[in-house]
């Protein structure tokens, strides 16, 4: 069953709600503090209220982390620091709950699911993490496509499920994650295609591969952004020519997200470049999504810069799995905090004695905010 429809999609994302936004916007400002004193936590705070159509935030009680995971052709030519079996450990570590992103996630109190959509083994695994497995590795980008056409759809299904599953069960935030070495490739690749840019524009160390690595990544980079010439302006076509299974989902969960108006956490590069297509796909979904953190590689700094993101973070980062975007995590729930559990200046009593705040005209908050600065 088909159920990454386009058209269907393309009606379903509309707009946050800039009533509830607007809102919390002069609740924010009429707390107890100088005005925008809290900096872009204010900012935030009115972010979540439009996505949540709530003024004020209700709290981030259910964060989700659904990590993509695949193995990808040009891994084979040494475009990265370690050989694609990692993936496959790296499934079982995140099942083991010893990966980064699974002590995050207990720390912060989120869950974790783990998908297999194209890792380049057999997974003696529970079928949940392989039931919407596409294939044993996507395709090399340099010199064939990563899906078939319907490799594709499946995929963009995928994630589509998942991101339905998680919001039915109740997530009020959802993050993307990805494991899969070679993946920062593909990044790049989509990146540099949707933006018409060259190979060193976008090209990063990824897992920290020394020069001569990174000689070969530029010029699988090359070759790839050549075979998506033809496919520029189409993100889908990009997605099957020089993505993989794993990212195709991820562009189908973000898209599925924004459909069942559910905010999304952006963790790095991969997540980031997804986010750039799932916009080329359907416009208006990029204002249900926000950045947790800025990675260390420049095809994600070129995505979130069209993608008018502006990072919480910027701690040198490049795990990926999900690990920026639950760092920042807590900025996202301060910003709910204080905007749901802080007083009013209009209820302060201002030396007139007891009673004075209700039985006589309080000072402009406006006022207030002039005086305390």
Request: net charge negative.
């Amino acid at each position: 069953m088909t159920v990454f429809d386009l058209d269907a999609l393309t009606s379903a994302i509309g707009p946050r709600d800039e009533d509830a936004a607007d809102r919390t916007r002069e609740h924010v400002d009429g707390l107890v503090k100088p005005l925008g004193a809290l900096g872009r936590l204010e900012d935030l705070a009115i972010w979540l209220s439009g996505a949540q159509g709530q003024s004020p935030p209700r709290p981030l009680d259910r964060v989700r982390v659904v990590v993509f995971a695949g193995d990808h052709g040009v891994a084979g030519q040494g475009v990265s620091a370690y050989p694609s079996e990692v993936t496959a450990a790296m499934v079982a570590t995140f099942l083991a709950g010893r990966a980064g992103v699974s002590v995050l996630a207990a720390q912060h109190d989120a869950g974790v699911r783990v998908l297999d959509l194209g890792v380049d083994a057999d997974l003696d695994v529970p079928a949940e993490v392989t039931r919407f497995k596409v294939r044993r590795g996507s395709g090399a980008i340099d010199r064939e496509d990563a899906l078939s056409d319907d490799e594709l759809q499946r995929a963009l299904d995928a994630g589509a499920t998942v991101a339905d599953e998680e919001v039915d069960a109740g997530a009020d935030l959802l993050i993307a994650g990805d494991m899969g070495i070679g993946n920062t490739t593909v990044a790049a690749a989509l990146v540099g295609a949707a933006l018409q840019l060259a190979p060193l524009d976008v090209v990063g160390t990824g897992t920290g591969i020394d020069d001569a690595a990174w000689a070969v990544k530029v010029g699988v980079l090359r070759d790839a952004l050549h075979r998506a010439r033809p496919h520029r302006a189409d993100g889908l076509a990009l997605l099957r020519t020089v993505g993989s299974a794993d990212t195709a989902a991820m562009t189908g969960f973000l898209l599925q997200a924004a459909a069942r108006r559910t905010p999304v956490l952006l963790d790095g590069v991969v997540p980031s470049a997804c986010a750039l297509i799932a916009r080329r796909v359907v416009e208006g979904a990029g204002q249900w999504w926000l950045a947790g953190h800025r990675s260390t590689e420049p095809a994600q700094r070129r995505a979130l810069d069209v993608l008018g993101l502006e990072p919480l973070l910027d701690l040198g980062m490049r795990l990926g799995e999900g690990t920026g975007a639950l760092t920042a995590l807590p900025l996202l729930r301060s910003a709910q905090r204080l905007a749901a559990g802080m007083g009013r200046l209009a209820d302060l009593d201002l030396g007139g004695g007891p009673g004075t705040a209700a039985a006589d005209p309080a000072p402009s908050e406006a006022a207030v905010h002039r005086d305390a600065t």
